[in-house]
């Protein structure tokens, strides 16, 4: 399979407009194993409160690029350095657009994953999660259908699902 160079995408303004929200770097992480690692929002989270998330993910920052801001995300949430870009493989960018404040905005999520060895732990992110492990995909899927991922999360997973079962008949 070949590997994408994502792109740097260029910020409208420097200073952080509520309706038109930083494109955001999400990161899949997987075990050896075939198990996801998923996080529950804290209940006093603004957005999303107890809804479930997938490996690690957030903000783009103005002068990042969707990689960099890929890897600093799971370095601050899971304490894993990723010293090499080959450790973290390009999935997709696809575009978003969520409800807010009785209207919607619309951002860009570039999509990646890591797979880590069976026997990672990732410490749970006290700041930002109330739980959080690895887990079986079915339980993933489970959750999905559920309506028990974030929105977003579930917007990427359900594509990372058809990217992933498309390549799988490819091999």
């Given at each position: 399979?070949?590997?994408?160079?994502?792109?740097?995408?260029?910020?409208?303004?420097?200073?952080f407009d509520p309706h038109t929200p930083p494109d955001v770097a999400m990161v899949f992480i997987k075990n050896e194993n075939n198990q996801f690692f998923l996080h529950q929002r804290k209940l006093t989270k603004r957005?999303?409160?107890?809804?479930?998330?997938?490996?690690?993910?957030?903000?783009?920052?103005?002068g990042e690029d969707p990689l960099q801001a890929a890897k600093r995300e799971?370095?601050?949430?899971?304490?894993?350095?990723?010293?090499?870009?080959?450790e973290l493989t390009y999935l997709f960018v696809t575009d978003y657009t969520e409800p807010y404040n009785g209207t919607s905005?619309?951002?860009?999520?570039?999509?990646?994953?890591?797979?880590v060895g069976a026997d990672k732990e990732i410490p749970i992110d006290e700041?930002?999660?109330?739980?959080?492990?690895?887990?079986?995909?079915?339980?993933?899927t489970k959750l999905y259908k559920?309506?028990?991922?974030?929105?977003?999360?579930a917007f990427a997973y359900e594509i990372y699902r058809g990217y992933r079962e498309l390549a799988s008949n490819i091999d």
């Amino acid at each position: 399979m070949n590997e994408l160079t994502p792109q740097p995408i260029p910020k409208p303004t420097p200073e952080f407009d509520p309706h038109t929200p930083p494109d955001v770097a999400m990161v899949f992480i997987k075990n050896e194993n075939n198990q996801f690692f998923l996080h529950q929002r804290k209940l006093t989270k603004r957005v999303n409160p107890g809804l479930w998330g997938i490996g690690a993910g957030g903000y783009i920052d103005d002068g990042e690029d969707p990689l960099q801001a890929a890897k600093r995300e799971v370095f601050e949430e899971t304490d894993i350095k990723i010293e090499k870009a080959e450790e973290l493989t390009y999935l997709f960018v696809t575009d978003y657009t969520e409800p807010y404040n009785g209207t919607s905005r619309s951002y860009s999520i570039s999509v990646f994953e890591l797979c880590v060895g069976a026997d990672k732990e990732i410490p749970i992110d006290e700041k930002e999660w109330q739980d959080g492990g690895f887990i079986d995909a079915r339980e993933v899927t489970k959750l999905y259908k559920n309506g028990a991922l974030s929105p977003d999360t579930a917007f990427a997973y359900e594509i990372y699902r058809g990217y992933r079962e498309l390549a799988s008949n490819i091999d």
